[in-house]
């Protein structure tokens, strides 16, 4: 299957900082990316959609002035968590969708996650 | 919104076979996926049904009924690395909601 990067795998940050959070489609092109969040043994929950060339969906309760998300290219989304709190700890994960299969093929694929704890 | 449910817990033994359920409300729909998560990493592409159907491939097989909103993931000869979380995720305008997921467990 595709694959999906993402930088870094785990950060330990400071509370007040803000961490940034990339997002690779490495061998396909992906117009759209999702960015989740998932807490110990609790669901993924979808954050927002990350539209290429166009603003982010967010989901409700989502605050999109504290979670940026940049969509910059087809290969790349970023989520920047600002003024990160302890409360923000999480494994952040995004996935993108792979268009070029389209149709019954369909797919998308996770990265491996982003791990952050906020000190 | 969407509503998803499976059973939180499974286990059986290696070699086995087990079935999850899945039951979801979803108000608009376009497909159900199965992922698969080991504990502390993030979710492997297992299945993709947007018809009514079995979907075979290799051990793992997934059905889906959309008139009814069930799906279940078949998983055959079961090996003690299938010891997971098993995720059932219905998309809407492939945006996907996820249930809590079924933890398998594999016993030798």
């Known amino acids: 299957g595709a694959v999906v990067s993402q930088h870094p795998s785990r950060v330990i940050c400071k509370s007040g900082t803000s961490v940034k959070i990339e997002c690779r489609s490495l061998d396909f092109q992906a117009t759209t990316m999702f960015w989740y969040r998932q807490f110990p043994k609790q669901s993924l929950m979808l954050m927002a959609t990350?539209?290429?060339?166009?603003?982010?969906?967010?989901e409700q309760g989502v605050e999109k002035d504290k979670f940026l998300i940049n969509h910059a290219s087809l290969t790349l989304s970023t989520l920047t968590v600002t003024s990160a709190h302890p409360e923000d700890s999480s494994f952040y994960i995004c996935s993108a969708r792979d268009l070029v299969s389209g149709g019954a093929e369909d797919t998308q694929y996770f990265g491996p996650g982003t791990r952050l704890t906020v000190l | 919104g969407q509503n998803i449910d499976q059973p939180t817990e499974m286990t059986a033994t290696e070699g086995a076979i087990v079935q999850i359920n899945c039951t979801y409300q979803?108000?608009?729909?376009?497909?159900l996926f199965w992922y698969q998560q080991h504990a502390g990493e993030a979710p492997t592409f297992l299945s993709y049904?947007?018809?009514?159907g079995l979907e075979e491939k290799g051990r793992f097989s997934s059905f889906l009924s959309r008139s009814k909103g069930y799906s279940y993931l078949l998983l055959k000869e079961l090996q003690m690395k299938d010891s997971a979380s098993y995720l059932c995720a219905p998309a809407n305008d492939y945006k996907l909601s996820f249930g809590a997921g079924t933890t398998v467990t594999v016993r030798a």
């Open positions: 990350s539209n290429e060339g166009s603003k982010a969906t967010y």
């Open positions: 049904n947007v018809l009514d």
């Open positions: 979803t108000s608009g729909f376009n497909g």
